[in-house]
């Protein structure tokens, strides 16, 4: 099986990215994947795609979150994803 990877749509002066990165880091030290970042910024197509969706949460590929992100929920994606009920 792969490495899963989780990307974290961002942007600086962004509170709620702090928080949900913040929640993926702790997050990585109980389950296995990579974590790419990336900022919205740095894109006229991703500004326009989640500026105002920001922070958004991608699981190999597939959005998962976007606002207000739930560790807990993410854990279960992951827990669903090891279990091979998605992706």
């Known amino acids: 099986m792969s490495q899963t990877t989780i990307t ?3 942007r ?5 990215c702090d928080k949900a990165k913040a929640a993926l ?9 990579e ?7 740095s894109s006229d197509e991703l500004t ?3 500026g105002l969706m920001i922070p958004v949460v ?3 590929g597939e959005e ?5 992100v739930n ?3 993410i854990g279960e994606r992951l827990q669903e994803k090891k279990a091979g009920h998605i992706g």
Do not use: N, Q
């Not at 880091?25 to 994947?33: R, V």
């Not at 974590?35 to 910024?41: F, K, M, P, Q, S």
């Open 71 to 73: 560790k807990f929920e």
């Open 25 to 33: 880091l702790e997050l990585k030290e109980e389950w296995d994947f």
């Open 12 to 16: 600086s002066r962004c509170p709620l």
């Open 35 to 41: 974590l790419e970042e990336i900022d919205i910024e």
């Open 58 to 60: 991608h699981i190999d």
């Open 64 to 68: 998962v979150a976007y606002g207000f």
């Open 8 to 10: 974290l749509y961002t």
């Open 48 to 50: 326009e795609k989640y």
